[in-house]
Structure formats: structure tokens, C-alpha cells
Nanobody
């Protein structure tokens, strides 16, 4: 059974940083493209960043380019999202996603507010 468990969310002031983690089990992590998505209230879930089997293959939403960095540690079966220069519009529930098989974590809340 696939389990994706996110952590690292919280309340942060604008301009601050957070690091999200997603630990995977039940999948062949090293063979998986992993993604971070987010969903704000009343909005559709959107892709924030993804990372391919090769850590050099990354993709970012235009809204987070230059501020967020996705990375992975295959030995720890963990994918990270380093979020810097956070803005109020980054407030959302952030979800981790695996592609093979397709699975979602339970989400972690990120709130950017003064």
C-alpha cells in the first residue's frame, strides 16, 4: 500500500522560508517522478514543482520559479520543497504526488501571513 506523508507546513511571515518533506513508502521511489501540488480555498489544485527520476530534471510553476526548489533523496525515499521568499498568495494546502502508482499525500497547510 502506498503512503505519502508530508510535513513541514506552518505559519510564516511574508518573506520567510519553509521546507516541506514528503516521505514515501510502498513505491519504488527511485523510479518515480514526484510532484508537489497546492490547493488554495476555492481554487483548483495546481502543480508547483516536479522532479524526475534524474534529479536534474525539474519543472516549476512560473509563480514559484526562483523562489522554490524541489529535490529528492532516493536513499531516504523523500522529496523536499524548499520555499523561500514566501508570499501571501503561496498560502494553500500542499500535497505530494507519486506517478507510479498514482497516489497523493494527505497534505500540509502552509499559511503566509503577517
Amino acid at each position: 500500500q502506498v503512503h505519502l506523508v508530508e510535513s513541514g507546513g506552518g505559519l510564516v511571515q511574508p518573506g520567510g522560508s519553509l521546507r516541506l518533506s514528503c516521505v514515501a513508502s510502498g513505491i519504488i521511489f527511485s523510479d518515480n517522478t514526484m510532484g508537489w501540488y497546492r490547493q488554495a480555498p476555492g481554487e483548483q489544485r495546481e502543480l508547483v514543482a516536479s522532479i524526475g527520476i534524474s534529479s536534474g530534471n525539474t519543472n516549476y510553476a512560473d509563480s514559484v520559479k526562483g523562489r522554490f526548489t524541489i529535490s529528492r533523496d532516493n536513499a531516504k525515499k523523500t522529496v523536499y520543497l524548499q520555499m523561500n521568499s514566501l508570499k501571501p498568495e503561496d498560502t494553500a494546502v500542499y500535497y505530494c504526488k507519486s506517478t507510479w502508482p498514482l497516489a497523493w499525500g494527505q497534505g500540509t497547510q502552509v499559511t503566509v501571513s503577517s
